[in-house]
């Protein structure tokens, strides 16, 4: 099908839920995508910070050939070999007892809530903070301090309540008799990539373990190596309760994660919770190949470096024009530009892609550049040569 095709039929027959770029995806390799017309791509965006090893990556490669001439998929009837191996060193690397599989960032999430409520045996409020994002599904929604994913969908669901993001005084005065936990984002993603302020995460961990409420880090975009370690919590000074995971996780496969402390988790009794799909050993077998790659192989040490490069170049476009770029930030490869009111970010992107670079955008008029992990040093040069070029012609 021809490009114009693709995007006809795609308008006739699926949910119109997603403003899609103009651009028909065919193929890809390291850290580079083609469309549909043959055209380059340096993909900054690596599927929502989901494409941790970029495309077509040996390990994973060699891993789903050695995975397809077993099992996919059996169900939780039964045990497997993979999902307990991934566990283990899952535990080991956070700290956490125990862990629960499942399919996607808002569905660990979910299973966190429930987790929460069940250990609190009656105690069911949950504090998270504005601009933060959890995911679309009911609960999740409402957990999600932004009215624009929520307009709509009332009635919400009861037991959360928002406080602004780095401010440890309104956390104080929102802990009431009911409140169970508190749900973060070391590093808001979706929010506008808004980095923890020192000493506000331990503050909060501090006011949990005063009022016995559980510290739940939602590290669906920040962890898996994304920051420079395995979780974003874990450049702080602080232990949580919960821990939520998946983009990342499976290197490009649908895998969720809910981590928990030992304590915490035995509030699950048999039947309290549940995925048909959660834990399939095929997606098990991709994930732990990405995970011993990312913690034994040196990646997080190259994220670190990576990083540093990037933010200092971002930095240095910062200075250089002033007058269309207000802030960068960021922490390992999770990076943004927050753009003056009067250059959308939007506009910016369609600029970018344009001159061959993908980026996403995020709250409070950012664009953000999530890479995948493996981006090396040329890449972000070209990337910043694309972003200097791309700005000079709009500022
Ligand atoms: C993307 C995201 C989610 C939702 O994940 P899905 O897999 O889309 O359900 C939840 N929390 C954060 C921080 C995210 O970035």
Redesign the pocket.
Known sequence: MTTQEIIAQEHEYIMQTYKRFPIVMTRGEGVRVWDNDGKCYLDFLAG??VNALGYNHPIIRETIHKQADGLIHTSNLFYTQNQIELAKLMTEHSGMGRAFYCN??????EGAFKLARKWGKGRFEILTALQ??????LA?ITATGQTKYQDGFAPLMPGFRYVPFNDLEAVRQNIRPDTVAIML?AV???GGIQVATPGYLEGVAALCHEHNILLLF?????GMGRTGKLFAFQHFNVQPDII?T??GLGAGF?I?MMLARREVADAFEFGNHASTFGGGEFVCGVALAFVNLLLHDGLLDHVVKMGEQLLSKLRGLQAKYPNAIADARGLGLMAGLQFRDAIPAADVGAALREHGLLTATAGGNVVRFVPPLVIQPADIEEAIAILDKTIGNLA
């Open positions: 929502i910070a996607s960032g808002a569905e660990a999430n933060s994002f959890h995911g679309r599904t999740t984002e808001q993603g979706e939602d590290e669906v975009q920040a939520t998946a983009k649908p969720g």
